[in-house]
């Protein structure tokens, strides 16, 4: 696979840090995935298997698409050249993916000028942050990662798969 050669884009040509001006750019649907591991010690994992995801502090699931829900709106907020954008959708799977590992999936959609991969990647990150938090209790070994763009369409080019 040849690697394309690009400039970097909030970069100025001055090397300053700059946001990339999208007024020119069409208006098109555009959606974005991306995935973020949870791997939990095999004890931990098996407690939480046998409780249903479940803690003390609640539904670990249904509080992580929250919390990752929250980030996906607020992106621009946190990534200092982000534009804000009007949020179509945005979806999430949380499922075990082995026996001690969470994966967690979130799919943002928007109509827009620029994409929704930070978005994406804000989401599912956050979401797994989530998740650590609520299991942090149980163990302090817990890892998060990797974290990746999965796909995205919409846009100059379409990459990867778009769940």
């Known amino acids: 696979m040849a690697t394309r050669k690009t400039s970097l884009t909030h970069v100025s040509a001055a090397g300053r840090p700059t946001m990339v001006d999208v007024a020119d750019k069409p208006i098109t649907a555009r959606t974005a995935s991306a995935e973020c591991r949870v ?5 931990v994992a098996r407690q939480l298997r046998a409780s249903g995801l479940r803690s003390k502090k609640g539904a670990i699931v249904d509080t992580a698409i929250i919390a990752g829900t929250m980030a996906v709106k607020k992106t621009w907020d946190l990534i200092p050249f982000c534009h804000p954008l009007p949020i179509d959708g945005c979806t ?31 989401g599912a990150t956050v979401a797994a942050l989530t998740v650590y938090d609520m299991c942090k209790a149980l163990s302090h070994a817990i890892v998060i990662g990797p974290a990746k763009l999965v796909g995205k369409r919409g846009g100059k080019r379409d990459v990867g798969d778009v769940g």
Request: with cysteine.
């Open 92 to 122: 999430f799977a949380i499922d075990w993916s082995h026996v001690s590992e969470l994966t967690i999936v979130c799919t943002v959609r928007t109509t827009h000028r620029t994409g929704v991969e930070m978005e994406a990647m804000t």
């Open 39 to 43: 791997k939990f010690p095999a004890d």
